[in-house]
């Protein structure tokens, strides 16, 4: 990997600075976000252009470089993104939104590293994942988890004293430039928190399904599309029955606007093909490693434009969440280290069996050549 080089550059070098600019561009995506609900943009109207404009980014790409990759549709495989749609776009950015709306920016994204984390847990549950609690892997994945979910409980129920106040002497002075992007009402901090976490259980539940459906179905940005296609049906469907207002439709600003083509191009879209590069070429640990810099990117993004005060309870819970999927994430790589050992060893000793039996059949070729043709007589010749 850090041998390889695209116009000059070493792709080392190349997977370090995109996965940066996608923390940038996901944190920024947790602050544009929370300026549109600011905005009085629909938490339903959202998610639909968003997902629209991410599916017409996906689908030609999918079209042209998977055609064949792609298996034949069937009934199966239609009920299996149905699904994948419900889960990971309809709740997952359901969840969201309604935990982003009664929280702040910067909790969102510390919640969302306990994603890796859930998916464990998840993965374990199912059978997909195997904890040996006689090795240091297991131990650190159990820690992890238990650190994840004792985080993400602080968070939830323990808001604590505001340690960090930055607009407290702009209240009277607020530009107006800025006014749209103070909160509008007030919080329940506790709901918001267990709608954030509905979303984190709703993204595991996505990446473990999908796993299934990539091995009967191997054309992942296919199976992307079709997911975003069926969560763009579905928030269509609900929205026909919770949102009346016609002019929740209609974009009544620059900032409205500007809003929904970030989430749609930079989150959705971009992301996504970065995202699918880096794992491709770093590996799914190497990605997850970076989460926790999106959630420090957050905090001063959020405190710079929205005056986000930073939170006692808040900044705890982080921190062990964080601390959780940096020990799930060693426990990974440990177990990773000790397949590798094993199957090395189990080469070396499969190549030792044959060298032995190798010298052992050269030994008794060389035996037979040295006796006799035919056996010594015991008289003699007359």
């Not at 944190?27 to 599916?55: C, D, E, Q, T």
């Not at 969302?112 to 984390?117: A, G």
């Not at 506790?190 to 990539?214: D, E, I, K, N, R």
């Not at 819970?317 to 094993?342: D, N, P």
Request: glycine fraction near 8%.
């Amino acid at each position: 990997m850090a041998d390889k080089q695209i116009c000059g550059v070493p792709e080392k070098v190349q997977l370090h600075g995109a996965m940066l600019a996608l923390q940038f561009g996901y944190a920024g995506f947790h602050v544009v976000s929370r300026a549109a609900l600011n905005m009085g943009i629909s938490k339903l109207v959202y998610p639909v252009y968003r997902n629209i404009i991410a599916l017409l980014l996906l689908l030609p790409f999918a079209y042209f470089f998977e055609k064949k990759d792609r298996p034949a549709m069937n009934l199966s495989f239609i009920i299996q993104f149905f699904f994948l749609a419900l889960i990971g776009i309809t709740a997952n950015q359901g969840f969201y939104l309604l935990g982003l709306d009664n929280t702040s920016p910067t909790f969102a994204s510390a919640l969302q590293n306990s994603v890796p984390v859930l998916t464990f847990l998840m993965a374990a549950a199912l059978r997909i994942e195997k904890v040996k609690l006689n090795r240091r892997d297991g131990i650190a994945k159990i820690a992890g988890t238990l650190a994840c979910v004792c985080g993400a409980s602080v968070i939830t129920l323990y808001k604590g004293p505001a340690i960090f106040s930055p607009t407290k002497s702009l209240n009277h002075e607020k530009p107006p430039a800025l006014v749209w992007l103070g909160d509008a009402k007030p919080k329940n901090w506790t709901l918001g928190c267990l709608y954030l976490f509905g979303h984190c259980l709703s993204w595991s539940g996505w990446l473990v399904l999908q796993a299934p459906v990539l091995k009967k179905y191997p054309a992942r940005l296919s199976v992307t599309s079709y997911t975003c296609f069926f969560g763009v049906l579905q928030f269509l469907a609900i929205a026909a029955f919770m949102e009346r207002d016609p002019n929740s439709w209609i974009f009544h600003s620059g900032g409205e606007v500007f809003t929904i083509l970030y989430a749609g191009f930079v989150a959705s879209g971009i992301a996504f093909a970065v995202q699918i590069w880096c794992i491709d070429r770093g590996g799914p640990v190497f990605v997850a490693v970076y989460q926790p810099v999106q959630t420090l990117t957050v905090a001063i993004m959020a405190s710079l434009t929205l005056g986000e005060e930073f939170y006692l309870g808040g900044i705890i819970g982080a921190i062990l969440v964080v601390i959780g999927l940096y020990l799930v994430l060693y426990g990974k790589s440990e177990e990773k280290a000790f397949a590798a050992r094993e199957a090395a060893s189990t080469i070396t000793s499969t190549q030792e069996h044959d060298a032995i039996r190798a010298a052992a059949t050269a030994t008794a070729f060389k035996t037979s050549l040295t006796q006799p043709l035919l056996p010594s007589s015991t008289s003699d010749n007359v």
